[in-house]
């Protein structure tokens, strides 16, 4: 079963090189992937939502786990990769214990987001996709959290937090690394 997916733009340049295929997947995310294919492989485009399926289990898409996914689709593993790497959602590793994410949408950016984003990047050292140097967290966008007239916003480990600006992103930052409840 192909995706429709593998037609919405090109593999991206610069995407990571496909794993190994001597990588064997851990157990239990076999078992994920195992099951993530039994309830999508027989849909249209099973693809994308086989990947968020397996992402919502585990955090992330083991590369190791490609193959696995290919050969339930009867697609090529380049072809599950391309697809993996084309979209920031999907991720290859496991995620950072914490996840900040700026709202890059319109009307955020109309109230200071871009300001606001700059400031993340800054104060994390790190760019949008990446993670932190101390690895406790992945920096990403989102287009829309939802608080569009308390705007610019963010959200840390899911938690919605509006009208921000860089001293009250900092204090927030701070009280995470402090150990306080974000
Ligand atoms: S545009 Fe940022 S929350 Fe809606």
Redesign the pocket.
Known sequence: MRSDAMHLAPRPAGAAPLPALSTQPAPAHAAATAAAISRHAQRDGALLPLLHDIQAQLGFIPPACVNQIAQALNLSRAEVHGVITYYPHFHSCTPAPHRLEV?R????QAMG?DALAEHAQARLGCGFHERDADGAIDLEPV??????AQ???VALDGRPHARMNAQRLDRLLDSLKNGEAA
């Open positions: 709202c949408a319109e009307a955020c987001g287009y829309c959290l939802g608080l569009c705007s610019p916003a």
